[in-house]
Each structure stands twice: as structure tokens, then as C-alpha cells.
């Protein structure tokens, strides 16, 4: 037996209402471009709409113009999808909440999440939308992942109870000493300052 090996996210699919709905959301609020559309050639009564959201993936909203905005709750049961997490700036992520507010948007407020900064919300059909920002910029060549990995394993061995930006620092530094050589033979932290 082999595993089916993945190599990323290739698109996420929503359940939209109507055309407009969507557009006004996903590229109106969130500014994700509208790059694709063509009939949902599973069922031709609906529409499949692609918007993109920055990282060369794709979010693809299934609409018909039948259907009509419901901001109740989207359920949250056994195997549903509980929210989507999207990638923000820390620039942008300071607005989120001003930016919401005109818009009399009701959001979670900033959370403080230890490696990332992260606000709730529910769109126009009460689905829970989370904007996050990684409080890091991984070293060249170092994804995000690792990072996580290697601060993980710090934590642990500290005994610490969630990841917080020290653990971040140290497993960037580790990380960069593991992956970057030196003409140094001790790469051990100093104080130039002092004499």
C-alpha cells in the first residue's frame, strides 16, 4: 500500500448564492481577483465562479441565481468545514478591524494566536471566515511549515504551553544554522560590546 502524496491545495469549492453576492464578497471585500467563469459541468443550472486569492490557488463559489443570501450560521457538525483562513499582511491586518466596521460587519476582534494574528467573521451566507497574518517571515527556501515544525518541537522540549514568538526566533535561528554554512567555527551567540 503507498500513500496518494499531495503537493499543496489545488482549489477550495463554496456553495454561493447569487453571481453578484460573491463577487461583491470574495473580490468587493477580501479583494481577491475574478479571474474565471463558466457553467458548473456537473449541474447546468449553476454557475462556478474563480477568484483569486494570491498565493496562485483558487477559491471556486458554485452560484445560482435561484438562491438568496442567508447569514444564518453555516453549520459546524462532524465533518463539516468549521472555517476558512485566509492569508493577510500584518499592514493589512491593522485595518481589519476599521475596514469591517464601516461596513457594520460583526468580527471576533484581534486574536492573539502566539505565531500569527488571527480575526473572525461570517460572510453574507454565515460561513466563518478567518483573516490570519504569521507573525514570522520563514528564512529563503524554509516554508511556513517548517518553521511550525521546528518551533513545535521546541515548545515541547521546553515544556511550554503554546507556541509564542521565542519559540518562532529560536526555530528560525536553528533552522538557518542547519540549512546555511559559515566560515565561523563557533556560530555560538556573542556580545561585541563588551571588552
Do not use: C
Not at 517571515?137 to 516554508?143: D, F, K, L, V
Not at 517548517?146 to 504551553?161: C, F, N, P, Q, S
Amino acid at each position: 500500500m503507498r500513500k496518494i502524496q499531495t503537493q499543496g491545495v489545488h482549489h477550495i469549492t463554496l456553495v454561493g448564492a447569487d453571481r453578484q453576492t460573491s463577487i461583491d464578497f470574495w473580490e468587493g471585500v477580501l479583494g481577491m481577483p475574478f479571474v474565471f467563469e463558466q457553467p458548473n459541468l456537473d449541474n447546468p443550472n449553476e454557475s462556478h465562479l474563480y477568484f483569486d486569492p494570491g498565493d496562485g490557488r483558487l477559491i471556486t463559489i458554485f452560484t445560482n441565481e435561484e438562491r438568496r443570501p442567508d447569514p444564518v450560521k453555516v453549520p459546524q457538525d462532524i465533518g463539516a468545514v468549521h472555517h476558512l483562513a485566509l492569508s493577510v499582511s500584518q499592514a493589512t491586518f491593522s485595518q481589519i478591524v476599521e475596514r469591517l466596521d464601516e461596513r457594520r460587519v460583526a468580527h471576533s476582534g484581534p486574536k492573539d494566536r502566539g505565531f500569527m494574528d488571527s480575526i473572525y467573521f461570517r460572510d453574507p451566507l454565515g460561513f466563518l471566515i478567518e483573516l490570519a497574518s504569521y507573525r514570522f517571515e520563514p528564512p529563503a527556501g524554509i516554508s511556513h511549515g517548517e518553521v511550525m515544525l521546528e518551533a513545535h518541537r521546541i515548545r515541547v522540549e521546553r515544556g511550554d504551553y503554546n507556541i509564542q514568538e521565542i519559540h518562532l526566533a529560536d526555530a528560525i535561528e536553528a533552522l538557518t544554522a542547519r540549512s546555511r554554512g559559515s566560515l565561523s567555527d563557533d556560530r555560538s551567540p556573542k556580545n561585541p560590546w563588551r571588552r
